[in-house]
């Protein structure tokens, strides 16, 4: 976890409960975030925008993409994508403009259907994670870990217990891929 978190953003934070939840958790351990949501419900989005404003928070009302060109580079110490990267049409872009708002040591956490379950081959086209038109993407630990290094981000953690075969899900934390530094 980043010593600063600077602008926390939630892809798809709902109602925002999981962005205040985790700022509170921020806060209470001396931490200063600034909780940004991105919804593009406009419904859910004027909720999570009334909570958010109580804790000094805002919610954009747009698509991922749009929302995430609009904030500043490298301000963002923690970007959270639960059960959102499975329904972009642009995954890797996302994944581009994530890798641009991150601190240099900022984290990307994540969580997708797993394509490589066991139960998608059990079940075929019954599998719970086929939820077409929602899901337009789908993704095993190999292809999710090939777009992020696309996008200028590398796995820093999926471990055998984030991405079992027996989980219809996936965790992942992505963060920027090192720059080599310039010399003068």
């Excluded at 953690?157 to 891929?177: F, G, H, Q």
Aim: with cysteine; proline share 7%; aromatic share 6%.
């Amino acid at each position: 976890m980043p010593d600063n978190p600077g602008t926390v953003v939630d892809i798809g934070c709902m109602k925002g409960n999981t962005l205040i939840n985790l700022c509170k958790e921020l806060k209470d351990a001396g931490r200063n975030p600034k909780p940004v949501g991105i919804e593009i419900s406009a419904e859910l989005a004027e909720i999570a925008q009334r909570k958010l404003k109580k804790i000094k928070g805002n919610c954009l009302h747009a698509d991922a993409l749009s929302a995430l060109t609009s904030l500043p580079d490298h301000q963002s110490g923690i970007v959270i994508m639960s059960a959102y990267l499975e329904h972009e049409y642009q995954p890797r872009l996302v994944l581009e403009q994530i890798h641009r708002v991150l601190t240099p040591t900022g984290i990307a956490v994540l969580k997708v259907p797993n394509y490589a379950c066991w139960n998608r081959h059990f079940t075929r086209a019954n599998w719970c994670g086929f939820r077409y038109p929602d899901h337009v993407n789908y993704f095993t630990p190999h292809s999710l870990a090939a777009l992020a290094h696309r996008a200028g981000l590398s796995i820093q953690r999926s471990n055998w217990l984030d991405r079992l075969r027996t989980s219809d899900n996936m965790y992942a934390v992505l963060a920027p891929i090192p720059q080599p530094s310039k010399k003068d």
